[in-house]
């Protein structure tokens, strides 16, 4: 659908989060750059997940208002919580990953309300259709797996600091093999005392994104590393 630039829209929070007493919230340090509310500890693992994840560009919270009807006939607004960007990668500006529209909500509450919140919903899929976006229910089935227990499980490992030289070696290994385990990378770096200081030096890499991995796979010294390609 074809927009001109009166229908254009840049989203931008359209409303503040304050402390709330049902749930708990706070603020994400998104990468150092932009502090991006939430309003409950499964909105705070799903920023966690896009943080850690190199395809997410940008988030944005409460990004816009959807004016909708409920099923009395009045006009009311929802706000999704976050629009998510990603970035283009290798794909082409043809199959450009679309943003997305997201509500996260828990699955006992959108299983018991679905509907009384299909009316908003729908207008939260028909907007985002005509931005040229896509619209996500995310509960905790899709947000509290194995990829959030490895990225809490290297959060502990983020702020260690380490030789930049030394760095610099183990991620020209991981280039000349194009992949290399864990284990590779100790017996060729961190021998003998040094292996238990060498596995924190490789979590360090992989918890600060100078290596990648399928983070939703068990992290383990057989697990395979590569350095992530410029996006």
Avoid at 56 to 76: C, M, R, S, W
Wanted: charged content about 25%; aromatic content about 12%.
């Amino acid at each position: 659908m074809s927009t001109n630039s009166c229908d254009q829209f840049f989203p931008r929070q359209m409303r503040k989060i304050g402390p709330t007493r049902r749930s708990v919230s706070g603020h994400l340090a998104f990468r150092g750059q932009s502090s991006i509310p939430f309003e409950s500890t499964l909105e705070r693992d799903f920023l966690l997940r896009c943080e850690f994840s190199l395809s997410v560009l940008d988030i944005i919270a409460q990004p816009a208002e959807i004016p909708f009807k409920g099923k009395n006939g009045q006009t009311y607004t929802y706000t999704p919580d976050y629009l998510v960007y990603y970035r283009l990668g290798l794909r082409s500006h043809v199959d450009y990953p679309k943003p997305v529209l997201v509500e996260v909500k828990p699955e006992t509450e959108w299983r018991e309300n679905w509907r009384r919140w299909l009316p908003k919903w729908k207008a939260a899929w028909r907007f985002a259709q005509h931005q040229g976006w896509e619209f996500h229910i995310r509960d905790e089935n899709r947000i509290r797996d194995t990829s959030l227990d490895n990225i809490r499980f290297l959060d502990r490992y983020k702020r260690m600091h380490f030789p930049e030289t030394e760095s610099q070696k183990v991620i020209e290994s991981v280039q000349e093999m194009g992949a290399a385990t864990p284990d590779y990378l100790l017996a060729r770096h961190f021998m003998g005392i040094y292996r238990n200081e060498g596995l924190a030096h490789v979590w360090h890499l992989l918890a600060t994104r100078q290596l990648d991995c399928d983070i939703g796979q068990p992290l383990n010294e057989m697990t395979e590393l590569w350095v992530p390609a410029d996006e």
